[in-house]
């Protein structure tokens, strides 16, 4: 096996163990936060905002409280050198409130299969930067808010 593919195995499994500390079923914020590198970060690029040191779990925890079944259907890996990127769906009912940047929806009862992709970048095994591109039109028309996204959101 070849030095490239070996590191390509290694950035894949440490990506998959970070999804995995995500699930609603296996969630451990801590174990996730800790995947990343000194001084790394999570880019949540649809809401504008990076996570660094134990603000990086934030995410994680507000997607499990709103949608307490959630789970990633990792579809397609990609990789250039210490770059990975995965294309992937948010899958999950909507039983909490979802906290946005612009504020909070309340629980719907519906179901989100959400198209996302992210992009890592790996250093020394451990993550220092992970930028989450999810479809948040897409997530809003599946929660059925988004053609009254103002009536919607609780402030």
Do not use: W
Request: with cysteine.
């Amino acid at each position: 096996m070849s030095a490239k593919a070996t590191g390509q195995d290694r950035n894949e499994q440490l990506i998959r163990r970070l999804y995995q500390l995500a699930e609603a079923s296996t969630k451990d914020t801590q174990m996730f936060v800790s995947l990343f590198s000194d001084g790394g970060y999570f880019y949540d690029v649809a809401g504008g905002k990076k996570y660094y040191g134990d603000d990086i779990g934030l995410t994680v925890d507000v997607y499990a409280a709103a949608f307490p079944d959630m789970h990633r259907e990792l579809d397609s890996f990609y990789f250039d050198h210490n770059v990975v990127v995965v294309e992937l769906s948010l899958n999950g009912t909507h039983k909490g409130d979802l906290a946005m940047p612009a504020g909070t929806i309340p629980a719907t009862g519906k179901e989100i299969h959400t198209p996302c992709c992210d992009v890592f970048h790996i250093e020394n095994g451990r993550i220092a930067s992970f930028h989450c591109y999810v479809a948040v039109p897409i997530l809003l028309g599946q929660l059925g808010v988004l053609m009254n996204l103002g009536a919607a959101l609780r402030h």
